[in-house]
Nanobody, 116 residues
């Protein structure tokens, strides 16, 4: 089972960009479907983006489509979330999630704050 550590969060002005990284331990990373979720204060955790084990397939929430890009480097056991044209409503804690069958593993989250 993998363990996940997110990084790359921070404070950015509206219209700016950030790239989040999620580093995974374990030899089976390339078998996992990887997701990014986010949770804003007072709101439920919501899906942001997904990438298949090979990287060939990606899927995005409508709210981030065209602005965010998910990618992975299986040789580095890392998944990325490139976030462009950030908006104040993107402010949240961003979580990395790995899924393989019934197994679902979460990272600890990284804070993203977008100022207006």
């Amino acid at each position: 089972q993998v363990q996940l550590v997110e990084s790359g969060g921070g404070l950015v002005q509206a219209g700016g960009s950030l790239r989040l990284s999620c580093a995974a331990s374990g030899r089976t990373f390339s078998s996992y479907t990887m997701n990014w979720f986010r949770q804003a204060p007072g709101k439920e955790r919501e899906f942001v983006a997904r990438i298949s084990w090979s990287g060939a397939s990606t899927y995005y929430a409508d709210s981030v489509k065209g602005r965010f890009t998910i990618s992975r480097d299986n040789a580095k056991n890392t998944v990325y979330l490139q976030m462009n044209s950030l908006k104040p409503e993107d402010t949240a804690v961003y979580y990395c999630n790995a899924v393989l069958g019934p197994v679902s593993v979460w990272g600890q989250g990284t804070q993203v704050t977008v100022s207006s």
